[in-house]
């Protein structure tokens, strides 16, 4: 298993600032995403975070407003840039161990006010 | 796209009662998770699935990944309060390999009373 830890795990946020929200694994990890969890919804896929190289985004989000880094196999961020009460949901960092096992950090809930 | 249709939506169910909820999809998955989320907290992982038939438990838990492949169950006996939560199943699509891009299910809230 992997254990996963984020900062900040809730912040409150005016509109129009960005949130860097910072996601580090216990072990080194190859694969590395980022989900959002709307309130009261399921989770959708944001992106996958690359080692060394530009996140691939999913259809519906772009790296304007996700700006994510990864220079490591155990961290990786995510920003969420020009913020709008749209934005208020769970950021949830998730890694593939093991026998392609997913696990899930606790999540950053963000409220954009 | 591709989606997972899982129900039932919400339970509230009596303490030691056995619990069932299930997840389907026209879609073929070649691997199931089901997670369980409380409140504040993210969702961990309850049961990982990765052939089809296969049927593995997990204490009180157990599950199943139908032959089919377009499906999947868990199954809670003898419910506690503390199972309490939102169930989510998830399916990595076939073909999506180790993507990471799991799709998932809407969601079970289970309430126990005690």
């Known amino acids: 298993s992997a254990v996963i830890s984020q900062k900040p795990s809730r912040d409150i946020c005016q509109r129009g600032t960005s949130l860097t929200i910072q996601c580090q694994v216990d072990?080194?990890?190859?694969?590395m995403f980022w989900y959002r969890q709307q309130p009261g919804q399921s989770l959708t896929l944001i992106a996958t975070?690359?080692?060394?190289?530009?996140?691939?985004?999913e259809s519906g989000f772009v790296i304007d407003k996700f700006p994510i880094s990864r220079p490591n196999l155990t961290f990786s961020t995510l920003t969420v840039s020009n913020m709008s009460p749209e934005d208020s949901s769970i950021y949830l960092c998730?890694?593939?161990?093991?026998?392609?096992?997913?696990?899930f950090g606790p999540g950053t809930r963000l409220l954009v006010l | 796209g591709q989606q997972l249709n899982q129900s039932p939506q919400s339970m509230f169910i009596q303490e030691g009662e056995d619990v069932s909820m299930n997840c389907t999809s026209s879609?073929?998955?070649?691997?199931w998770l089901w997670y369980k989320q409380e409140p504040g907290e993210g969702p961990v992982l309850l049961i990982a699935?990765?052939?089809?038939?296969e049927l593995t438990s997990n204490g009180r838990l157990t599950a199943q990944f139908g032959i089919t492949r377009k499906d999947s169950f868990l199954n809670i006996s003898a419910s506690i309060p503390s199972d309490v939560g939102i169930y989510f199943c998830?399916?990595?699509?076939?073909?999506?390999?180790?993507?990471?891009?799991?799709?998932f299910g809407q969601g079970t809230t289970l309430q126990v009373k005690p």
């Open positions: 975070a690359n080692q060394g190289s530009e996140a691939t985004y």
């Open positions: 879609s073929i998955f070649n691997t």
């Open positions: 998830a399916g990595r699509p076939l073909g999506s390999g180790n993507t990471g891009k799991l799709i």
């Open positions: 998730s890694v593939v161990a093991g026998q392609e096992t997913q696990y």
């Open positions: 072990s080194q990890v190859t694969m």
């Open positions: 699935l990765y052939k089809a038939g």
